[in-house]
């Protein structure tokens, strides 16, 4: 079982920066693919970007050049840094890993951390 901390969210004004933290300990980091989900209030769990053991990335098409994933294995850390940011990007922000069978669809494990609470508003 692997132990998820997400850190790094705040408060921007829209266009800002930031990036997100997800330190990760108890479990073998590098060999899992890794993502970065995002919920808001009444809405569904959204995938916003996966990153392969191999650091092949994939992005939700809204924060497509806007979000970069990445990870360092020496570190067991994740990463999400978030340029351009807008007011739909509100959300709390959580990491994970998950796995895939064809790179079209991503199944999360069960290691849910806290979250992250990130608001973009003026």
């Known amino acids: 079982q692997m132990r998820l901390v997400e850190s790094g969210g705040g408060l921007v004004e829209p266009g800002g920066t930031l990036r997100l933290s997800c330190a990760a300990s108890?479990?073998?980091?590098?060999?899992?693919?890794m993502a970065w989900y995002r919920r808001t209030p009444g809405a569904q769990r959204e995938l916003v970007a996966t990153?392969?053991?191999?650091?092949?990335?994939m992005y939700l098409d809204s924060v497509k050049g806007r979000f970069t994933v990445s990870r360092d294995n020496a570190k067991n850390t994740l990463y999400l840094q978030m340029n351009s940011l807008k007011p739909e990007d509100t959300a709390v922000y959580y990491c994970?890993?998950?796995?895939?069978?064809?790179?079209?669809?991503?199944?999360?494990?069960?290691?849910w951390g806290q979250g992250t609470q990130v608001t973009v508003s003026s």
């Open positions: 994970n890993a998950v796995e895939t069978v064809d790179g079209s669809k991503w199944y999360p494990y069960d290691f």
């Open positions: 108890g479990g073998s980091f590098s060999s899992y693919d």
């Open positions: 990153i392969t053991r191999g650091e092949s990335t």
